[in-house]
Every structure is written in structure tokens, then in C-alpha cells.
């Protein structure tokens, strides 16, 4: 007897065919799945990069501001050698909170 012409069950034929349906929903669905998350990252990322600009932004403000007030009192300080010694008097700067959004 050969093996070719034993007679196989019908639902042997249903259940392969079924778990290549199956295998081949679930790669889709990986497929799909991965899509999401490299989404998800890359919204993260920008989201990161946005805060960094603000806090880079608030950062060279605040810099700039001190160089000012520092050139502002040398200025000050040149007049004042210079027998102008009113322009020493500097109001007291008050603490500014930074700003949020």
C-alpha cells in the first residue's frame, strides 16, 4: 500500500488551512503593531526636542539679560572713575520668575 493513496480525513485539510489563516492574520497584526509604537517614539522624540528648544530659549535669555545688566554696571563704573559717582546708584533687580506655558 502506498502512502499517496491512503485517504486523509477532510477536516485534516480545514485545520491546516485554518492555521495559515491564523499565521498570517498574526503577522499582520505584528506588522501593524510596530507601527504604533514607531509612532509613539517618534512623537516622544519631538515632544523631547520641543522641551529642549524652550529650555535652550530660556536659557540664552537669561544669559543675555546678565551680560546686559553686567555691561550696564561697568558702563556705570567707567562714568563713576570718570567723577560722575550718581551713576553708581543701581536699583536692586527684582527676582523675575520665568514664565510657563
Known amino acids: 500500500m502506498n502512502v499517496a493513496d ?22 499582520l497584526a505584528t506588522f501593524k503593531g510596530g507601527g504604533f509604537s514607531t509612532r509613539s517614539v517618534l512623537r516622544q522624540n519631538q515632544a523631547s526636542d520641543q522641551w529642549a528648544y524652550y ?19 561697568e558702563v556705570k563704573l567707567l562714568e563713576a572713575g570718570k567723577g560722575n559717582s550718581a ?3 543701581m536699583p536692586a533687580r527684582p527676582w523675575k520668575t520665568p514664565r510657563r506655558r
Open 6 to 27: 491512503d485517504k486523509k480525513e477532510p477536516w485534516l485539510n480545514l485545520l491546516a488551512l485554518t492555521t495559515v489563516i491564523l499565521a498570517v492574520c498574526a503577522t
Open 55 to 73: 529650555e535652550a530659549k530660556s536659557i540664552k535669555g537669561n544669559l543675555y539679560e546678565m551680560d546686559r545688566e553686567h555691561l550696564v554696571r
Open 87 to 89: 551713576a553708581l546708584e
